[in-house]
């Protein structure tokens, strides 16, 4: 017997008020990249994300193996404080420096023959020994880095995630997400940052993502001194490097292509205009 008027309308009704909470969430989780202005749908708060990336980020360093070449492990930290003190000064510039409120940087090298790196929410930042033959001098180093903490700073990575909850829990809170589902939740986590393709296929960043990382990357790596002009070799470097069928890891979610030089190279004269010769 199929369902009266009142019946059907009463159902619609159900319906409608049960989106009612997700609706919200979409409406009150909108952000903005710096820069670029584009808005972003972030669910998960700042302070939230940075805890859980503290954790992660200590378990991968317990169970991976530093480095003990002294001056690479210098050199990592190096570029990388300079790189963090540009975009401390970045945000401070434009009055804006809660955006970092519970970031406490830290920049390990992990010995591994992987041409490989990746940044957390948090400012927490892992370089592999392997994509340091690449980078060749401090300002290849700048340009991986600064393309990494791009990511993390305009918050690709919990967009990337957002949009995993939102399919995969109707946008359900990430506190509730990990008490229900703490291994998906994990695994979410993982992938949304590019960290260990262990938990699964990667979430790739996007061609729009990957365009903002590499324009705030380049402004970053001149404000912290290092001529831009570097990135265009270190990505015709990486583009040179892939061997047999595979790319480097790091090119897994990172395509390094004629489009992507031609597009850095229309992106030199902003940067340059943030640079100052360290």
């Not at 159900?14 to 997700?22: D, T």
């Not at 690709?156 to 909850?165: D, T, V």
Request: with cysteine; net charge neutral.
């Amino acid at each position: 017997m199929k369902p009266t008027r009142p019946q059907r309308s009463r159902g619609r009704s159900m319906a409608a008020i049960a989106l009612l909470p997700a609706l919200v969430v979409l409406l009150t989780s909108c952000a903005k990249v710096p820069i670029t202005g584009r808005q972003q749908l972030n669910l998960i708060p700042g302070a939230q994300i940075n805890s859980l990336a503290g954790e992660e980020y200590d378990q991968f360093l317990a169970s991976h193996t530093r480095s003990n070449d002294a001056a690479a492990t210098a050199q990592v930290r190096r570029v990388g404080q300079r790189i963090a003190g540009a975009v401390e000064r970045f945000y401070a510039q434009r009055g804006e420096q809660q955006e970092l409120e519970g970031y406490a940087w830290e920049f390990n090298l992990i010995q591994d023959d992987q041409m490989n790196a990746f940044a957390m929410p948090g400012g927490k930042v892992v370089v592999y020994t392997g994509i340091l033959p690449v980078a060749e001098t401090d300002a290849g180093l700048a340009t991986v880095i600064g393309h990494e903490v791009a990511h993390v700073v305009a918050r690709h990575g919990n967009e990337r995630m957002s949009q995993a909850l939102l399919a995969q829990f109707g946008g359900l809170a990430l506190e509730a997400a990990l008490k229900q589902k703490p291994q998906e939740t994990r695994n979410l986590f993982l992938a949304a940052y590019g960290i260990g393709a262990q938990v699964g296929v990667l979430l790739p960043y996007s061609r729009l993502q990957e365009s903002e990382s590499d324009r705030l990357g380049l402004i970053f790596m001149a404000m912290a001194g290092y001529d831009p002009e570097a990135a265009v070799g270190f990505w015709q470097r990486m583009g040179s490097s892939k061997t047999g069928g595979a790319p480097p890891e790091f090119l897994s979610t990172h395509p390094a292509d004629d489009t992507r030089i031609r597009n850095l190279r229309d992106l030199l004269p902003e940067a340059r205009s943030y640079y100052q010769a360290g």
